[in-house]
């Protein structure tokens, strides 16, 4: 039985986003898990004259609300992203803005998944406006899986690697839970990574040193205590030091992981625009799929 009932994928005839569906399709049961393909029609804009930069002109919407044209685009959809299972799927074609359709359409079907793949945005333009994979995964009261680059095919095949980065203070234990069911279900390795924090000098004169004994004792605890017989291999853990995002990258191309799974601590307020959230930066950079779970979040867990 698959661990999600319903999964939205967010479709845009791109390359990343069909690998995205057919990663869905992977996670999809044949007789329990509904698909949901939704394509999202921006509104054009048309100017009555040619303008200047920074000149005002009067915009006129371009009527696309015909339903010959959604079909037309329906049908697109059918001959683009093709099940290669037996897999109950649905089209959809919406209206306005992308981020906010597909949370819209995701609240209206009650999916459990978010399925995405995204497209990197650089400099000005990210600080912006950010990524539709991004402000999806702000907004979502679901897991998002976001698929960044096709660079390295996504495979959790048994014997394949899921890591699961985690907080010893705070777990998420949505998260948690969702890596080992994956893990178990796809007979894939559970690989726990902790990034412990540097040691902090101050002022050039004294030195913060954390106790690195004191986390693996915790991770070791962790580690036991989500191992099982019902897993096809033993729970591996692994502490390392650095920048949170950073490290977790380097761990997942180290691992040769096929999918990370990790909490999703949303931030506020100029700290976002500062930084953004470990989630955000592992999406970025990441060379396989990021499942990104909200503490919030109802997963369907077997048990």
Same mark, same amino acid.
């Given at each position: 039985?698959?661990?999600?009932?319903?999964?939205?994928?967010?479709?845009?005839?791109?390359?990343?986003?069909?690998?995205?569906?057919?990663?869905?399709?992977?996670? +999809?049961?044949?007789?329990?898990?509904?698909?949901?393909?939704?394509?999202?029609?921006?509104?054009?804009?048309?100017?009555?004259?040619?303008?200047?930069?920074?000149?005002?002109?009067?915009?006129?919407?371009?009527?696309? =609300?015909?339903?010959?044209?959604?079909?037309?685009?329906? !049908?697109?959809?059918?001959?683009?992203?093709?099940?290669?299972? +037996?897999?109950?799927? =649905?089209?959809? #074609?919406?209206?306005?803005?992308?981020?906010?359709? &597909?949370?819209?359409?995701? =609240?209206?079907?009650?999916?459990?998944?978010? #399925?995405?793949?995204?497209?990197?945005?650089?400099?000005?333009?990210?600080?912006?406006?950010?990524?539709?994979?991004?402000? #999806?995964?702000?907004?979502?009261?679901?897991? @998002?899986?976001?698929?960044?680059?096709?660079?390295?095919?996504?495979?959790?095949?048994? $014997?394949?690697?899921?890591?699961?980065?985690? !907080?010893?203070? !705070?777990?998420?234990?949505?998260?948690?839970?969702?890596?080992?069911?994956?893990?178990?279900?796809?007979?894939?390795?559970?690989?726990?990574?902790?990034?412990?924090?540097?040691?902090?000098?101050?002022?050039?004169?004294?030195? @913060?040193?954390?106790?690195?004994?004191?986390?693996?004792?915790?991770?070791?605890?962790?580690?036991?205590?989500?191992?099982?017989?019902?897993?096809?291999?033993?729970? !591996?853990?692994?502490?390392?030091?650095?920048?949170?995002?950073?490290? &977790?990258?380097?761990?997942?191309?180290?691992?040769?992981?096929?999918?990370?799974?990790? $909490?999703?601590? $949303?931030?506020?307020?100029?700290?976002?625009?500062?930084?953004?959230?470990?989630?955000? $930066?592992?999406?970025?950079?990441?060379?396989?799929?990021?499942?990104?779970?909200?503490?919030?979040?109802?997963?369907?867990?077997?048990?």
């Amino acid at each position: 039985m698959s661990l999600f009932h319903t999964i939205l994928v967010a479709a845009d005839f791109s390359e990343p986003s069909r690998e995205a569906f057919r990663l869905a399709c992977a996670l +999809a049961d044949e007789h329990t898990t509904r698909l949901r393909v939704v394509h999202v029609l921006e509104k054009l804009h048309l100017t009555e004259q040619a303008i200047g930069f920074g000149e005002h002109g009067e915009l006129v919407l371009l009527d696309e =609300e015909s339903m010959t044209y959604h079909e037309s685009v329906r !049908e697109h959809m059918r001959e683009f992203y093709v099940p290669a299972c +037996a897999v109950n799927v =649905e089209y959809e #074609v919406s209206d306005g803005q992308p981020s906010a359709a &597909i949370l819209a359409a995701a =609240e209206r079907s009650q999916c459990d998944l978010i #399925v995405m793949g995204t497209h990197g945005l650089t400099g000005l333009r990210r600080l912006v406006a950010g990524s539709v994979a991004e402000s #999806v995964l702000r907004a979502a009261s679901c897991p @998002v899986l976001a698929l960044r680059t096709l660079e390295h095919p996504v495979r959790v095949e048994p $014997g394949g690697v899921i890591l699961h980065p985690v !907080e010893l203070e !705070e777990p998420s234990l949505a998260a948690l839970r969702t890596a080992r069911s994956l893990a178990r279900d796809r007979g894939a390795r559970l690989v726990l990574v902790h990034v412990a924090p540097l040691d902090l000098s101050i002022n050039n004169r004294s030195t @913060v040193v954390f106790d690195l004994g004191a986390y693996e004792r915790k991770l070791e605890r962790m580690r036991t205590d989500l191992d099982g017989p019902d897993l096809k291999f033993p729970v !591996e853990a692994r502490i390392v030091r650095g920048n949170v995002a950073n490290e &977790i990258v380097r761990t997942a191309q180290l691992t040769g992981s096929g999918l990370i799974v990790m $909490g999703a601590h $949303g931030r506020r307020g100029l700290e976002r625009v500062l930084f953004g959230s470990a989630a955000e $930066g592992v999406m970025r950079g990441a060379p396989c799929p990021v499942l990104a779970v909200k503490e919030a979040a109802s997963v369907f867990v077997e048990t």
